[in-house]
Antibody, heavy 122, light 107 residues
C-alpha cells in the first residue's frame, strides 16, 4: 500500500524551530518529487515547498523562503521540513504529498499523508 | 504568482443534481497544469482531475474537468451523497504552486 506518514508536529513558542518528517512506503521514493502543503484551521490549502527526486531542484513559497528548509533522504525513504523562526501564522496541519508522475518536479499530488499539526503560540 | 479564484464559495444542491464549479486564473495556465481535489472533513485532499480533464485513478466518470487559458470547470454530473465536500483547484505550471480558495458543495 502506498503510504505517507508525517510526524514531528507540536506546540511551540514563536521564534522556535521544529523539524517535520514524512515516511514513505509502497512506492519507489527516489523516483518522485515530494512537496509540503499546509492548511490552517478552517482554511484552504497552501503550498509550502517542493523538492525534486534527486534534491537538485527545490522551491519555496514566499512565506517559507529563508525560514524553512526542505530535504530528503532517499536511502531512508524520508522527506523533511526544517522550520525556523516560527510565527503564529505558521499554525497549520502540514501534509506531505507525492507528485503523480515520475521524475517531474511540479505536478498534481496523487498521494497525501494524514498531516501533522504545528501550533505556534506563547 | 498565479491567483486562482473559485466560485461559488458554496453550492447548495441535492443528490442527483448536477454540480458545476468554476476556477478562474489571474493569468493563463496551460491546461496540462491544472488539477482538482476533493476534501472531506478530517481527511487529506484527494486528487480527482489532473491535466485539466484527466481523471485520476479510481475516480468515477461522473467527475469531469474542462477548460483552458484562465477558465476551468469541474462538473459532477449527478451528485452522490459521498460527493458533498470541499473542492479545490490547483495550478502547477509555475512556481509558486497555488490553490484556489475552495468551493463547498453542500446539501
Amino acid at each position: 500500500e502506498v503510504q505517507l506518514v508525517e510526524s514531528g508536529g507540536d506546540l511551540v513558542q514563536p521564534g522556535r524551530s521544529l523539524r517535520l518528517s514524512c515516511a514513505a512506503s509502497g512506492f519507489i521514493f527516489n523516483d518522485y518529487a515530494m512537496h509540503w502543503v499546509r492548511q490552517a484551521p478552517g482554511k484552504g490549502l497552501e503550498w509550502v515547498s517542493g523538492i525534486s527526486w534527486n534534491s537538485g531542484d527545490i522551491g519555496y513559497a514566499d512565506s517559507a523562503r529563508g525560514r524553512f528548509t526542505i530535504s530528503r533522504d532517499n536511502a531512508k525513504n524520508s522527506l523533511f521540513l526544517q522550520m525556523n523562526s516560527l510565527r503564529a501564522e505558521d499554525t497549520a496541519l502540514y501534509y506531505c504529498a507525492k507528485v503523480r508522475p515520475m521524475i517531474v518536479m511540479n505536478d498534481a499530488f496523487d498521494i497525501w499523508g494524514q498531516g501533522t499539526m504545528v501550533t505556534v503560540s506563547s | 504568482e498565479i491567483v486562482l479564484t473559485q466560485s461559488p464559495g458554496t453550492l447548495s444542491l441535492s443528490p442527483g443534481e448536477r454540480a458545476t464549479l468554476s476556477c478562474r486564473a489571474s493569468q493563463s495556465v496551460s491546461s496540462i497544469y491544472l488539477a482538482w481535489y476533493q476534501q472531506k472533513p478530517g481527511q487529506p485532499p484527494r486528487l480527482l482531475i489532473y491535466g485539466a480533464s484527466s481523471r485520476a485513478t479510481g475516480i468515477p466518470d461522473r467527475f469531469s474537468g474542462s477548460g483552458s487559458g484562465t477558465d476551468f470547470t469541474l462538473t459532477i454530473s449527478r451528485l452522490e451523497p459521498e460527493d458533498f465536500a470541499v473542492y479545490y483547484c490547483q495550478q502547477y505550471g509555475s512556481s509558486p504552486l497555488t490553490f484556489g480558495g475552495g468551493t463547498n458543495v453542500a446539501i
